[in-house]
């Protein structure tokens, strides 16, 4: 995110921005886990999450915080 071209932002929260081809998304491990964590106190007993690539470096390891 520091190096992104369209701006900086903090962890979480997941920033987007609009761009002549739509809205960009970004997502990390802190936004990641408010979804886990909302959607934990609404009663989901697990989540899921495709990526195109590789997975968000300690995503597991937040899964497996929220979700022993």
């Excluded at 979804?35 to 999450?49: D, E, L, S």
């Excluded at 995503?59 to 979700?67: E, G, H, K, L, T």
Aim: glycine share 10%; charged share 25%; hydrophobic share 35%.
């Amino acid at each position: 995110m520091l190096t992104c071209s369209f701006g900086t932002w903090d962890a979480g929260r997941s920033p987007h921005c609009t761009t002549s081809s739509g809205d960009l998304w970004f997502e990390d491990v802190a936004s990641m886990e408010e979804k886990v964590q909302t959607a934990k106190k609404r009663g989901a007993r697990g989540v899921t999450y495709w990526v195109v690539g590789d997975e968000i470096d300690g995503y597991f390891d937040m899964v497996r915080r929220n979700f022993p």
